[in-house]
C-alpha cells in the first residue's frame, strides 16, 4: 500500500517492485487507492494523528477494513474540507511563467493535496511547477510542496523540481542556501518541497521573481502603439447631436 501510495496506480510493478498479479485479483486498485487516503488522512491533519492511521493498518486484514474505520472517514472529512476551503487561492506566477505560487494558511497538512491537484489543473506554454506554500502548519516557518504541471510532464529534456529549485536559491549571493538548511528542497524531482523560515521563504520568491509582470515583447509593443484612438470622449458624449 505504501509503495503503491507513494508512486500511483499508474505503476508498473515489475522488479525491484514485487509481483502484485494476485494481490489485485483479490483487492481492487480502487479499494487500495482509497486505502491509502484514508491512513494518510489523520496525519495531515492539526492533530497529525498518525497512531490512529498506525492502529487501524495493525487491525486490517486487507483493504476493506480500512475502509471502514470510523476515525480514517472523520479524519477525511475534516481534510476534504479544508482542501476544498484553501483550494480557491488564486495562483501568482514567476517572472518567466515556469513556476506557479499559490499561498495557504492552515494548520492542517493539506499542501501537498492542493498542490497535486492544481497541477491538473493549470496549463500554460510555459508553466513547469506548481508550488503550494502554507504559512500556517509550523509558526515562523513556510511549509510548501511542489508537483510539475501535467502539461509539462512529457517536456524534453524532463522537468526537475529540485534542479529548479536549488538553481533559484543559488542566485542569492550570500549565505540564504545555508540558512534555509537541509529541509530545502527534499523529496524527488517530480514531487519536492520543503520547510523553511518565513523570512528566508520570502527571500526565495523574490529571487524566483513570483508576481513580476513579464518584459513586453517587440510584438506587443508594436500592437499598442498602432491602437486606434477611442472615439468615445467627454466631448462627443455632451456634444449636439
Not at 506566477?93 to 491538473?120: C, P, Y
Not at 520568491?205 to 502603439?225: A, H, N, V, Y
Request: proline fraction near 6%; hydrophobic fraction near 40%; include cysteine.
Amino acid at each position: 500500500m505504501g509503495t503503491h501510495g507513494d508512486l500511483g496506480n499508474t505503476l508498473k510493478w515489475k522488479p525491484p517492485f514485487p509481483d502484485m498479479t494476485e494481490v489485485f485479483k483479490t483487492h481492487t486498485k480502487k479499494a487500495i487507492n482509497d486505502a491509502v487516503a484514508l491512513v494518510n488522512a489523520p496525519r495531515r491533519t492539526s492533530r497529525f494523528d498518525v497512531i490512529s492511521a498506525w492502529k487501524a493498518l495493525l487491525a486490517a486484514n486487507g483493504p476493506k477494513d480500512i475502509l471502514n474505520n470510523v476515525r480514517l472517514l472523520n479524519a477525511r472529512a475534516e481534510i476534504n474540507e479544508e482542501v476544498e476551503k484553501q483550494t480557491h487561492t488564486p495562483p501568482k506566477f514567476s517572472k518567466d511563467g515556469k513556476i506557479a505560487v499559490l499561498r495557504i494558511n492552515s494548520e492542517m497538512q493539506v499542501h501537498g493535496v492542493i498542490a497535486t491537484r492544481w497541477a491538473g489543473y493549470l496549463n500554460s506554454k510555459a508553466l513547469e511547477i506548481i508550488m503550494v506554500a502554507n504559512s500556517g502548519y509550523r509558526p515562523g516557518y513556510v511549509n510548501f510542496s511542489c508537483r510539475i504541471a501535467r502539461s509539462a510532464r512529457s517536456r524534453d529534456p524532463p522537468v526537475n523540481i529540485i534542479t529548479s529549485l536549488k538553481a533559484a536559491a543559488d542566485l542569492d549571493t550570500g549565505d540564504l542556501v545555508e540558512r534555509m538548511g537541509e529541509s530545502f528542497a527534499r523529496g524527488h524531482k517530480e514531487a519536492s518541497g520543503g520547510i523553511i523560515p518565513a523570512a528566508e521563504f520570502e527571500e526565495l520568491m523574490t529571487l524566483m521573481k513570483i508576481g513580476e509582470k513579464p518584459d513586453l515583447k517587440p510584438d506587443d509593443t508594436t500592437k499598442k502603439s498602432k491602437a486606434s484612438p477611442q472615439k468615445n470622449n467627454l466631448m462627443n458624449y455632451f456634444a449636439k447631436k
